[in-house]
């Protein structure tokens, strides 16, 4: 089943990349016409995961990879049938990758470094088999996301202890079991993009790749940066949201950092092609549940939100505007968020609490990100099945819902918006 749903796919991918060709990033809002998407279709990094590396990997379960892939696919068709061109995180690297051949040893240098390679000889152990087994550029890029286990390398008398002792199973380079959340290691601001910091070392690898897409591919090389992968403050693309193109949300969080949102909000500033003069920096709770600002609320259409009901109530939030002098002036604001988003949204909005208002139903839809929806056009949303509540109240309050199987997909702990980069968003 997997060989031919994968040749399925590849032919629908291809004919995607011909159906347009939109060079640079245009997202200004969450909720504009979806017309470029980047996904990351779940690979072989789903079968390095182990009950023992779990915990480390940032994941509760181990997902099915058929039948996540098989979900993926559904989730993609959706958008294809919507009129959005899916272009995927693997064709983008190997594209940026053959613009210049010393691209590929660059490349392939800075990912062992950072799988936390240090010695010459298995650099070169490392090197030499994967230009052995992996000559195709996304051959290559492909297995540096799935990792390397002892085992698959040749046996090698290195004279080292380590290699006598060490499980074969043991990984040399660890998997990136969460890129299909192509949400998170970068992010589109209007124009613009930021290259991620993240929290976890686990999850800072994945950043490598936009990295040189946004450096090397012709369709996204020229494209404003304000964030750096190198920079020492975390932040990731699930706590950031462009509510219009003047106002930017970015959740204080676990996984982002108050100084990186002064960095980003200098640099957004900074940049005369920027039309955001607000940024919302949101103070939520630091928790599992309240991961990034985009499982605390999302918006759905002009004047609705789906939202994490345990966020009712006052907020803390500080508005961050600059001060005409090359700073930023920051105003706290301690109100609800109904009161907060309906200033910045420019009219009455209206909160739709995942759940219901079922407290069993939210707590249990909550953990299957039932508040963390991919809005395609205004009012029409991609939603995870299993969350049939939810939906149900989003149908009743007038949400076209386009539901995806999400058994497999749901265990890593994200929803259709995490799974997704909006690289083009018609203005509302």
Known sequence: MEGNHGSRHIDRRACARSESHMQGVNVK????????????????????LTPNTLEELLFDDIPFLEVAQAEHDAFADILRNEGVEVVYLEDLMAEALDTDPALREQFLNQWIYEAGIRTDLYT???????????????????????GINLQELPQQHTNLLVDMVSDRTKLVCAPMP???????????IGNGVGINRMYSTTRNRETIYGSYIFNYHPDFKDVPQYYSRENTFHVEGGDVLNINDHVLAIGISQRTEPDAIDQLAHNVFSDETSTIDTIL???????????????????????KFTIHPGIMGPLTVFEI?????????????????????????????QLIPCGGGDRIAAERE???????????RPGTVVVYQRNNVTNDVLYKNGINCLVMPSAELSRGRGGPRCMSMPAWREAL
């Open 281 to 303: 920096a949101f103070n939520i709770p630091v928790s599992r549940a309240f991961m990034h600002l985009d499982t605390v609320f999302t918006q759905i259409d002009y004047d």
């Open 124 to 146: 070169d152990i490392i090197k030499d088999y994967i230009n052995s087994e992996y000559a195709g550029t996304k051959d290559m890029v492909m297995k540096t996301m799935a």
């Open 366 to 376: 909550q953990w299957n990100d039932g508040s963390n929806t991919l809005c395609v």
């Open 321 to 349: 505007t600059p001060d005409g002098k090359g700073g930023t002036k920051i105003r706290e604001r301690d109100e609800d968020l109904e009161s907060i988003l309906t200033e910045y949204v420019g009219q009455p909005v």
């Open 178 to 188: 969460n890129l299909y959340f192509t949400r998170d290691p970068f992010n589109m």
């Open 29 to 48: 809002s969450e909720i504009g016409n979806l017309k470029k998407v980047i996904l990351h279709r779940p690979g072989n990094e789903l079968l390095n």
